[in-house]
């Protein structure tokens, strides 16, 4: 069963715009979060993350909130450039546990210029 | 440098056969990952190893086994592959057992077995 959930396949936007990504959880033991941004025939690269003990974690054009009661993050980039063009992935470990990542399906995030 | 370097690229299989995907890192990691990526089940962990000389299993082990060389290598054997096997494999490194610290991946092995 997916832990970690990203219910939309793909998203597009206009450069400049803001550009939304979400991401659900189940697990109420997952207390750190990260997000990976994928290019075609590349690995993942991480993104940003964020701590449980927080709310919201800001690097540049990337922010990541958090909200633990509805189990819910996302990831807001402002401005959205075409490089920022690539599939997005969720995900969350339990530090206290065995603190292996749990990875969501991926958001296929396209800026068109 | 080179990062997560893993060979081969792509790879095709019959099934039955075995094979070993490699993966091996330069940064002086102290804990190595295999995870496969299928088309709408993100990326799931096979088996990891937090230390030189110790390996778990993820979420996925069957079918799998791993060997942690030294502290750079972390190999992934498929010893009698099958169809269910075919996937996208990546390998994937961080300084120590806390995701905190973020975990850099390799550019992936993709293997099809028919």
């Known amino acids: 069963d997916q832990q970690v959930k990203q219910n939309s396949p793909s998203l597009s936007v206009q450069e400049g715009r803001i550009s939304i990504l979400n991401c659900d959880y189940t697990?109420?033991?997952?207390?750190?979060f990260l997000w990976y941004k994928k290019y075609p025939a590349e690995g993942p690269t991480f993104l940003i993350s964020i701590s449980s003990i927080k709310d919201k974690n800001e690097d540049g054009r990337f922010t990541v909130f958090l909200n633990k009661s509805a189990k819910h993050l996302s990831l807001h980039i402002v401005p959205s450039q075409p490089g920022d063009s690539a599939v997005y992935f969720c995900a969350a470990s339990d530090e206290t546990g065995a603190n292996n990542l749990f990875f969501g399906t991926g958001t296929r995030l396209t800026v068109i210029p | 440098n080179a990062g997560v370097t893993q060979t081969p690229k792509f790879q095709v299989l019959k099934t039955g056969q075995s094979m070993t995907l490699q993966c091996a890192q330069d940064m002086n990691h102290n804990s190595m990952y295999w995870y496969r990526q299928d088309p709408g089940m993100g990326l799931r962990l096979i088996y990891y190893?937090?230390?030189?000389?110790?390996?778990d299993k993820g979420e996925v082990p069957n079918g799998y086994n791993v060997s942690r060389l030294n502290k750079r290598e972390f190999s992934l054997r498929l010893e009698s592959a099958a169809p269910s096997q075919t996937s996208v494999y990546f390998c994937?490194?961080?300084?120590?057992?806390?995701?905190?610290?973020?975990?850099?991946f390799g550019s992936g092995t993709r293997l099809t077995v028919v």
């Open positions: 697990n109420s033991m997952f207390d750190y």
């Open positions: 190893s937090a230390s030189e000389g110790t390996t």
């Open positions: 994937a490194s961080s300084a120590t057992h806390y995701t905190n610290y973020g975990y850099t």
